[in-house]
């Protein structure tokens, strides 16, 4: 017998996303209900083969519902998920509203999948930021294998992390610049179309953003608390797919070979590393796939046990869509096994 979901956002980029992965990866669902605001009431989304009507949140019943998968962003998560909650509804949060509430597990389920056994009376389960999710999946592997000291990472990510609107934005600068007329920045402080802004999210007191600021809390509380990380991150002109360079400093001796080898056996990872023929990853690539890619695996010889790697993702899949659909399916295979003890 299959759960009953809720996804709210479902109009949105992550909400069809999350749609689409619950399909694909067949999970056991005997009912989906798609909400989102009392504008778009009505609206078609698709599931599968099936089309769904949305209905609005604010009138929904969420005790008929096991499970709600929410990517509406944090106000509309902080004002409802505690609501939600108290009708023994489990959310599982794409937004950064409850990431760093300590009663709150944040999760990767390649990484930390036994912490869905800490959910506390909330009923809340947090995803990361995108940019962190893929990170920690290339990190948590070479972190068992050689424990890391430092990481110092600069994100590469697309504008579809910043939702349509960003994804409009890229589409009409760029036509822009090839025809009459021009379209100036609205989502982002400066042109987007053939430019780099170094700038994701609000600055912060220490001149860091707080982009930057969530992928090191995230990663400690994920990962390691013992791991420094030094983040820089940049929105590139790339519709789909986050690319990191990432450092990483070993309290052990680590060489490439080995690390390649770790990462081909990790799950979540995928390994493009071939110098020699120009074997490696770029975000075209990656759009639609699951996996988190690495390649250009380099010893760094300037520390002792350093590496250097490119790591690229799609941030509507693993970065939001499908590690919240993997979050479930941990929920859903610790209940079976919960209730397979109980039968004995």
């Not at 778009?40 to 949305?54: P, R």
């Not at 389960?125 to 294998?145: E, F, G, M, R, W």
């Not at 100036?184 to 430019?195: C, D, L």
Request: charged residues 25%; proline residues 3%; aromatic residues 6%.
């Amino acid at each position: 017998m299959g759960c009953k979901v809720a996804v709210v956002g479902a109009t949105g980029n992550v909400g069809r996303e999350i749609l689409n992965v619950l399909c694909e990866r067949e999970v056991s669902v005997d009912r989906v209900y798609a909400l989102a605001s009392r504008r778009s009431l009505g609206v078609d989304v698709s599931f599968g083969d099936k089309t769904l009507k949305c209905c609005d949140l604010e009138q929904f019943d969420f005790s008929k519902v096991d499970f709600c998968l929410m990517s509406a962003g944090s106000e509309i998560s902080l004002l409802w998920a505690p609501r939600i909650g108290k009708q023994g509804c489990l959310i599982i949060d794409n937004s950064s509203a409850w990431r760093y509430h300590s009663d709150v597990p944040l999760i990767v389920p390649e990484v930390n999948a036994d912490a869905v056994a800490q959910v506390s009376e909330k009923n809340i389960i947090a995803s990361p930021n995108c940019s962190t999710a893929q990170l920690v999946v290339a990190l948590k592997p070479l972190h068992d294998a050689a424990c890391i000291k430092r990481v110092v990472v600069a994100t590469y990510q697309s504008v579809s992390g910043a939702g349509k609107e960003a994804m409009d934005e890229l589409w009409n600068q760029t036509r822009s610049i090839f025809s009459i007329g021009k379209s100036g920045p609205k989502v982002f402080t400066k042109q987007i179309a053939f430019n780099i802004i170094p700038h994701i999210d609000i600055f912060m007191e220490d001149g860091s953003t707080k982009e930057e600021w969530k992928m090191v809390a995230e990663t400690k509380k994920i990962l390691d608390p013992a791991i420094k990380l030094s983040a820089t991150c940049a929105r590139v002109p790339v519709f789909v797919g986050h690319c990191e360079a990432v450092n990483i400093e070993f309290k052990r001796a680590i060489t490439a070979s080995d690390a390649r080898k770790i990462l081909r056996e990790a799950p979540g990872c995928l390994v493009v590393d071939d110098p020699k023929k120009e074997r490696y990853v770029t975000p075209v690539e990656c759009v639609g796939n699951y996996a988190t890619f690495i390649s250009r695996i380099r010893e760094d010889v300037t520390v002792e046990n350093g590496l250097s790697l490119w790591c690229v993702s799609d941030n509507l899949r693993k970065g939001a869509a499908l590690n919240t659909v993997q979050i479930l399916e941990a929920v859903l295979k610790r209940n079976q096994a919960s209730d397979r003890n109980l039968q004995k």
